[in-house]
């Protein structure tokens, strides 16, 4: 009778200790939870926005008939996420008309997201929708970049033609040109948007951003083709920003 209470007494435990370990490997489990979306934007389709350990996975469809060539979104009032695709060194780049866009950004464990805004989106004719403040925000990034990689092909189609083996003197032509003035940035800035409102050399904190972008870009990218010993290397540079500012 005791050995038999025994076997009931351990078959008690190791069902309770199943039961448990089931709970601990269920509550491990990753829980999704939608997110509500506040869409700014006409030509974006929300099709799905989750939270869950991962992040914020958002999937929105193009339903213009027009490339998306950047857009920004909000999980929260202290974060804003910008997908820029204008600068991508590839020729097919944006979000196309009708294709849908997927992606999980990672977030702070603090951050728990209960509703994504979409704030603005820009087209590949420059056309925008949404916030028309978020959409200048990325226009005056992509313009302090788009300085910067004017001035490099500048430099480089200069040393290029030179023919000159001497790498250190174009790294030094480009380290002056990268730091120019703000008047030279402003002068720039009048050629390249003449129509542009109140172009003073109170720069937007965007487009000083743009501009710091622009220069560690161009230094990181000629640092690279000098590892490497090949003015081939600098060429496919040159010719990629020239196909990066065919866009802008």
Known sequence: MRSLLAIISSLFVLSLFGISALTVKTSKAPQKAVVRTLNRTDSFFVIKATRDLDGLSITLKNDSAKTITAFSISPAKELTIIEEFVFAETADMGVKPHQEFSKTYGLPDSLQPQLVEINTLIF???????????????????????????????ELQTYLKDRSPDISQLKSNLMKALNASDNDTL?????????????????????????????QNVLRNVSQ???TGLADDLLRLKATYERILSRL
Request: overall charge negative.
């Open 124 to 154: 590949d004719d420059g056309t925008v929708e949404g916030d028309l403040s978020a959409a200048r925000r990325i226009e005056d990034s992509r313009l302090g970049q788009q300085i910067q990689m004017r001035r490099a092909v500048k």
């Open 187 to 215: 002068s720039t800035i009048l050629e390249l948007k003449p129509a542009r409102e109140n172009a003073t050399p109170q720069f937007s904190d965007s487009l000083r951003e743009g501009l710091e972008n622009g220069r």
């Open 225 to 227: 083709a000098e590892s």
